[in-house]
């Protein structure tokens, strides 16, 4: 690719100045790029129903997980509990060995 000084707007204005137009459209290009960003365009129309139908859906898979994860914790403190009194068990079996303090998750 050759290198140049012009600017990418002057080399634009001599491309549409020197290519034929058909329609108000140049003949033979590609679509020629838009001044302003495609970011401002209003966003595409979509159904409120269907929006409505997302929400719900996200809404019931975020109930879901929220469920799974009170069961895991619950899973957790029984896990906990029990570990609990197996440490003291041994304790009362064993009193003259030294245990291992292990702090909760």
């Given at each position: 690719?050759?290198?140049?000084?012009?600017?990418?707007?002057?080399?634009?204005?001599?491309?549409?100045?020197?290519?034929?137009?058909?329609?108000?459209?140049?003949?033979?290009?590609?679509?020629?790029?838009?001044?302003?960003?495609?970011?401002?365009?209003?966003?595409?129309?979509?159904?409120?129903?269907?929006?409505?139908?997302?929400?719900?859906?996200?809404?019931?898979?975020?109930?879901?997980?929220?469920?799974?994860?009170?069961a895991?914790?619950?899973?957790y403190?029984?896990?906990?509990?029990?570990?609990?009194?197996?440490?003291?068990?041994?304790?009362?079996?064993?009193?003259?060995?030294?245990?291992?303090?292990?702090?909760?998750?």
């Amino acid at each position: 690719m050759a290198s140049t000084n012009l600017s990418r707007f002057r080399i634009n204005e001599i491309v549409e100045s020197s290519v034929r137009k058909k329609k108000g459209r140049l003949v033979g290009l590609g679509r020629r790029t838009r001044s302003v960003p495609p970011s401002s365009a209003p966003p595409p129309f979509v159904d409120p129903e269907v929006l409505t139908a997302q929400l719900k859906d996200k809404d019931d898979r975020i109930s879901l997980l929220e469920t799974q994860m009170a069961a895991q914790q619950a899973g957790y403190e029984a896990q906990r509990r029990l570990n609990q009194q197996m440490m003291e068990m041994m304790q009362r079996m064993y009193p003259n060995e030294m245990f291992p303090h292990v702090s909760d998750p």
